[in-house]
């Protein structure tokens, strides 16, 4: 599964640096391309020419090269992977990759990288266990970043307990098992909404609401990244993507976005309707700037828009997969199995506005996921990255492979 695939392997400065180089020789082995950035201090338990043999490139360390001024960017290196492994991460390292202290290659390189992150931390059992340790390695969790936890045994200090870097053998298989993951939707088609529509009043005000398109932009990423083919239609956002297996068709109202839902929905296997999309328009457009009267109140006649998951449902072929949203305030459960049923979906990802951390704006997540065979699964708060894996990893096992 590793075939083909371009790896960063960043090695810091701790005694675990010896199973690097196994882990090196064995990524290589195993067909993939792997550039190895050091941090300086790596290089006082292994040397970037040992690296440079075995990976068959040169050792990044530095921003630049002192005697001929070739800049490595770290930009492009962040472009170039398909997955980047920190092994070891020492206490240092996880520290400023949770805060973003961007003081070395390796730490400039992690804040570029748009590519999956995998952590093996290796430190001795005071230091793993220290509550600021603990804390980091939470926040990589929420970044969405893939922490291989550290075994235990005897180390560096001849202590024995947590803290030992997982065995070289054991993180290929942790990259090779994701990478098996992300093919799980080869030749699929997926519809996805995402990001609220925007109902003009005149042309200067509208109504809308606060989603900025995150979640769905996440599914899109992750169900492109598992080999499926993506259409993304999405409402005015600030956010963007270079999957090339994802397709943006951006649209503005809801009327919009039913249309082009409604031309695309019957080539899909796979629907997942996550925008916010808004209920109501302006029966009329002022074409000027309405202004201010002579009274203190103004009446704008609203419309009802159409309801998209609806008539995606109605329209539902045989095998196709729809997944909906709901956004709820009180009685989640119950608004969302009514929503459902009468939108004849195969399930709901809910989540509530009383929870912290959810809901519009934000990097994270707390959602259940109810089926229609009556199966709730809930989850804690999370990365929208993590919660689309959490989406798609059910789509996947509880349909698509059926």
């Known amino acids: 599964m590793l075939k083909g695939k371009k790896i960063i392997l960043g090695v810091s400065g701790g ?25 300086p201090n790596a290089k006082e338990f292994i040397t970037p020419l040992t690296m440079s043999t075995i990976t068959s490139k040169p ?65 001795d059992l005071d230091m793993m266990r220290h509550p600021t340790t603990v804390h980091n390695l939470e926040l990589l969790k929420s970044y969405g970043n893939h922490v291989i936890e550290p075994t235990e045994g005897e180390l560096a200090s001849h202590l024995v307990g947590k803290g030992r870097m997982e065995e ?72 963007s993507t270079a999957n090339e297996r994802i397709t943006v068709v951006p649209v503005t ?40 009267g002579s009274t203190n109140t103004l009446t704008i006649k609203l419309v009802e828009n159409p309801d998209i998951a609806k008539a995606v449902g109605a329209k539902r072929h045989d095998g196709q997969i729809l997944v909906g949203f709901a956004l709820e305030t009180d009685n989640e459960e119950e608004h969302a199995r009514a929503k459902l049923e009468k939108k004849n979906l195969d399930m709901i990802v809910l989540n509530s506005l009383q929870d912290k951390g959810a809901g519009f704006g934000t990097d994270t997540n707390k959602v259940k996921i109810l089926e229609r065979n009556g199966a709730i699964n809930a989850y804690e708060c999370k990365s929208k990255k993590m919660v689309a894996k959490d989406i798609v990893d059910i789509v996947v096992n509880n349909y698509l492979k059926k």
């Open 168 to 239: 070289p053998e054991n993180i290929l298989k942790v990259l090779s098992d994701y990478f098996a993951t992300t093919e799980d939707m080869a030749g699929r088609r997926v519809l996805i909404t995402a990001g609220p529509t925007v109902e003009n009043i005149d042309p200067v005000r509208f109504i809308s609401n606060h989603s900025s398109g995150k979640m769905g932009y996440a599914i899109a990423e992750e169900c492109a990244n598992r080999g499926a083919e993506v259409t993304l239609v999405s409402g005015p956002v600030s956010l």
């Open 15 to 39: 005694i675990a640096a010896y199973k690097t180089v196994i882990l090196a020789r064995l990524l290589v082995k195993s067909g993939a391309e792997v550039q190895v950035i050091m941090t």
């Open 59 to 123: 050792v990044i360390s530095d921003f630049f090269t002192a005697n001929t001024g070739e800049w490595h960017s770290h930009v492009n290196l962040g472009l170039w992977a398909d997955a980047m492994v920190v092994a070891p991460a020492t206490a240092s390292t996880i520290a400023k990759m949770a805060h973003g202290v961007a003081d070395n290659m390796l730490i400039t390189t992690y804040l570029s990288s748009k590519s999956p992150i995998f952590v093996a931390p290796a430190m």
């Open 253 to 292: 109202t809801a009327i919009e976005m039913h249309e082009s839902v409604m031309a695309r929905c019957e080539e899909s296997d796979v629907v997942v309707l996550c925008a916010a999309v808004a209920d109501y328009r302006a029966e009329q457009v002022c074409d000027k700037k309405m202004k201010r």
